[in-house]
């Protein structure tokens, strides 16, 4: 039984917000196997917009960032703000923050926990205010994240950084202008050294700058609030720092993950899927290794149509920072793979440990290798449903993804992982032609 909260419209945005929080248990009932058919709209992006709300520090006033999804995420990050004093208000995917009176620089433990991007309040913090505290974010599902990139940046800034107690003390007069090169290419890193230097005193040049379209749409808005940056879409970013900034206007640019997610899902059940609100420029490596399996990609426009009619060729990928294939679709790839022909190589060189869905496929009957860095998916074999656990964000993906060509039920618990990175994504699956039922804490 879907429960009724779920069910209802999606309008409705801190009653489904309310229940993004309660359904830390909610499990899915998944039903295959079943081909996807339809269009299906892609949301903002969840990457995007978690760089883009914490920049509204960085300047008093009112933003408003239309075409914003509504996930736990997006929530999580708005109420760790809303502890600093911005009030939010969120409705028909437009987020509106009021930055006017901040009166808390701290970031604590029970957000960052929650979120590790929740670190990306540090930059803005110590730019404007010359303070800061911030908790340490620790570990997570698929390994060690460390985040000295983003301290060595804002110390070679001039920012004056303590660690203690498992919070990060930052504070200095104001940042100085510097070249900082970043020795690993490091989105969060670029994220919160980027939103640090466009108020520094001077010339701040970052090489080895992360490309991902989510930190050029950091910096799109930020030049919009008065920053001047020079190099956005390379790697090499050059800020002259201004003295102060604007509140703005922004639009999130659409979600590649979702839509690779959607994309894949369609190829994988032989589906016939067209994807709106979608910027194909920026899955150009998803869609190559699509076409690579056999499926038939058209874009038009802002929409992708994806379809296919056979068992896909087995296509190996490794995962690299943009504008390679993207580590966040690597574990929907491997699902797909399971339908191959053969044999194919799943490597991931950004995080060396995301194969934390591995042992659950296994149980739907895949075969799956693991070895260092990587796993060898056997395709071919027959799925059948089970019962299985979540243990991050794609890897829930891949394993509903999963369930749709399982035969029978698929049962994944602690979906709330799902939660934090889709908007709706049953609900979406479902009008495509899926069968999910999400079964709520209360009914189970
Ligand atoms: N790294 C360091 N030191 C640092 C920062 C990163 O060694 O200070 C390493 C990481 O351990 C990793 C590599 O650098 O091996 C790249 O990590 P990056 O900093 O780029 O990752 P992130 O900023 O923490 C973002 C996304 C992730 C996505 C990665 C890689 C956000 C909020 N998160 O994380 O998204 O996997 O970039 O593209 O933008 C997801 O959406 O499911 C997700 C996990």
Avoid at 1 to 23: E, V
Wanted: glycine residues 8%.
């Amino acid at each position: 039984m879907i429960s009724a909260a779920w069910a209802a419209p999606l309008w409705d945005a801190r009653r489904y917000a309310k229940r993004i929080f309660d359904a830390s248990m909610d499990k899915f009932l998944v039903k295959g196997p079943v081909r996807l058919h339809g269009n299906v709209t892609i949301s903002g992006a969840k990457n995007a917009s978690l760089a883009l709300i914490p920049a509204c520090l960085l300047a008093p006033g009112v933003f408003t960032l239309h075409n914003t999804p509504n996930n736990r995420d997006v929530w999580t990050i708005s109420s760790l703000l809303e502890t600093m004093g911005v009030g939010y208000a969120f409705a028909d995917n437009t987020l509106t923050l009021d930055s006017t009176n901040i009166t808390s620089h701290e970031a604590p433990y029970e957000h960052v926990k929650k979120m590790r991007a929740s670190i990306y309040v540090l930059g803005p913090l110590v730019a404007r205010f010359g303070k800061a505290r911030v908790s340490l974010p620790g570990g997570c599902n698929f390994g060690p994240r460390p985040v000295d990139l983003h301290l060595k940046g804002l110390e070679k800034l001039g920012a004056e950084i303590q660690v203690e107690n498992g919070y990060i003390e930052a504070s200095c007069k104001r940042l100085q202008g510097a070249h900082f090169h970043f020795e690993i290419s490091s989105v969060g890193a670029t994220v919160n050294i980027l939103m640090a230097a466009v108020l520094a005193r001077g010339e701040t040049v970052l090489s080895n700058a992360a490309m991902e379209p989510e930190v050029s749409s950091l910096a799109h808005m930020l030049v919009k609030m008065g920053a001047r940056i020079d190099g956005i879409d390379t790697a090499t970013l050059t800020i002259q720092g201004v003295d102060e900034l604007h509140a703005v206007t922004e639009t999130t640019i659409p979600d590649r993950i979702e839509a690779a997610t959607f994309m894949i899902a369609a190829a994988m059940t032989k589906g016939d899927v067209t994807l709106g609100s979608v910027n194909a420029d920026h899955l150009t490596a998803v869609i190559q290794k699509l076409e690579e399996s056999g499926a038939t990609v058209v874009v038009r426009g802002d929409s992708i149509r994806v379809s296919m009619d056979t068992d896909p060729e087995a296509v190996d990928i490794t995962t690299m920072p943009y504008p390679g294939y993207p580590t966040d679709s690597q574990a929907q790839w491997a699902a797909y793979m399971l339908q191959a022909k053969g044999t194919s190589r799943i490597k991931d060189v950004i995080y060396p440990t995301r194969f934390g869905y591995v042992p659950e496929l296994q149980r739907l009957g895949a075969e799956i290798e693991t070895g260092d860095a990587y796993c060898l998916v056997k395709g071919g074999h027959r799925l059948t449903g089970a019962s299985v656990m979540s243990s991050d964000l794609r890897a829930s993906a891949s394993l509903v993804m999963a369930g749709c060509i399982a035969e029978g039920t698929t049962e994944i618990l602690r979906v709330y992982h799902l939660d934090r990175g889709y908007e709706a994504i049953e609900q979406k699956l479902m009008r495509l032609g899926a069968s999910i039922e999400r079964v709520s804490t209360e009914e189970f």
